[in-house]
């Protein structure tokens, strides 16, 4: 291997070995949680609410959970990791190390990519298990979980970089973060809302990326599906060019 590939392993080995050692509460906590919506939506709605458009409400739900696993954990691993590294003095060591800020975003990113697809798969293998969940369209679920990963692994990249304390973190998750993946349409259908929460519902970005999902499992999909990847394609790519000139310029970063 090259010089530059090595640095980016040495990276992303870090990475994951960091929330692998604690797999309890990076991986085990957010499994459980995700365990819990299927059991009480499954059990508890699912015999009230049997069908939306079609689809039997459980199987409705899953791929919005499945979605929210990736997203919330790929963010939780890269908002903490950054911040954590800037009370260490970590990053800027590694900052002025031979490893480009490329590489050093990159292994970030893959490794939050890499916690928020294991809980996602496993959230996956839970729900075939307790449902018949299946996937109906492959060749969009696979960019879909791509891109949806990549972009809050970013999105956390950001938040960390800009938080000066752990509260900052756990504000962005709680009252940005969460309020846009609940409102974006995990437990229910936008279509079925009266006005003008469906329209407000069309403005939350979140909706599409859980329309992408779901599509990708069940078929069923309240948007354009080329459109939603080409947008999602372009903002993961904006994201991670901006925060690449953030690292370049170190900023809040080297102080």
């Known amino acids: ?14 990475e994951i070995s960091r929330f692998m050692k604690i797999k309890k509460q990076t991986l085990g906590g957010p499994l459980l949680e995700t365990f819990l919506y299927i059991t009480v939506f499954g059990g508890a709605l699912g015999s009230r609410i049997k069908e939306l458009h079609g689809i039997e409400y459980i199987l409705f739900v899953i791929p ?3 979605m929210m696993s990736l997203a919330t954990n ?6 903490s990791s950054i911040l954590q590294q800037k009370f260490l003095g970590a990053i800027h060591d590694q900052l002025s190390s ?4 490329r590489e050093l975003l990159l292994a970030l990113n893959l490794g939050g990519f890499v916690r928020g697809l294991i809980v996602a798969a496993l959230t996956f293998i839970v729900s075939v298990v307790l449902t018949n969940l299946g996937v109906a369209h492959v060749l969009v679920l696979i960019p879909a ?5 990549f972009f809050f692994a970013n999105l956390g990249v950001l938040i960390g970089v ?8 756990a504000f962005a998750q709680t009252f940005v973060l969460q309020p846009l993946i609940f409102l974006g349409g995990v437990f229910y259908s936008a279509s079925l809302l009266p006005q003008p929460f469906e329209t407000l519902t069309r403005f939350n970005p979140v909706f599409y990326m859980i329309s992408l999902v779901r599509y990708g499992f069940v078929g069923f999909s309240e948007v ?9 394609t372009a903002a993961t790519a904006a994201l ?9 310029r170190g900023y809040k970063l080297r102080s």
């Open 64 to 66: 919005g959970l499945i």
């Open 240 to 248: 991670f060019l901006f925060n690449l000139r953030l690292f370049q």
């Open 74 to 79: 790929a963010f939780t691993n890269n908002s």
């Open 162 to 169: 800009r938080a000066e304390q752990f509260d900052d973190v």
């Open 145 to 149: 979980l791509f891109l949806v990963g």
């Open 98 to 101: 031979p490893a480009s800020p």
């Open 224 to 232: 354009n599906i080329p459109v939603a990847l080409a947008a999602l």
């Open 1 to 14: 291997m090259s010089p530059g590939q090595i640095r980016f392993f040495s990276l992303l080995r870090r």
